[in-house]
Nanobody
Framework: VQLQASGGGLVQAGGSLRLSCADSRRTSSNNAMAWFRQTPGKEREFVASISWRGGSTAYADSVKGRFTISRDNAKNTVALQMNSLKPEDTAVYLC?????????????????WGQGTLVTVSS
């Protein structure tokens, strides 16, 4: 699995961004996927996850109602739509693939990690 995240950038508070993660090896369609985020000096934080067919999703409380995770297995992509962005959402966002169809919020649930994409939200 080789994951590549894109779509980050600079946005004002209240704005929106859509992140995308592409699996170039096309092997993640049977596995859960997730987005995490990380800021300097802090541990990697769970943002959202989606099961292998997309029927089950989970979100961190801090993003619930503002972010939406989705996936397109035909295109081997997973997306994160981020609305009503806040300065505290500023971080490097990383996509991850688990090694099973359903996975939780822990980093240990995920075997494959992509390079992150930076999201900066200005106040």
């Amino acid at each position: 699995v080789q994951l590549q995240a894109s779509g980050g950038g600079l946005v004002q508070a209240g704005g929106s961004l859509r992140l995308s993660c592409a699996d170039s090896r096309r092997t993640s369609s049977n596995n859960a996927m997730a987005w995490f985020r990380q800021t300097p000096g802090k541990e990697r934080e769970f943002v959202a996850s989606i099961s292998w067919r997309g029927g089950s999703t989970a979100y961190a409380d801090s993003v619930k109602g503002r972010f939406t995770i989705s996936r397109d297995n035909a295109k081997n992509t997973v997306a994160l739509q981020m609305n009503s962005l806040k300065p505290e959402d500023t971080a490097v966002y990383l996509c991850a693939a688990a090694y099973r169809p359903y996975a939780g919020a822990g980093t240990d649930d995920y075997r494959y990690w992509g390079q992150g994409t930076l999201v900066t939200v200005s106040s």
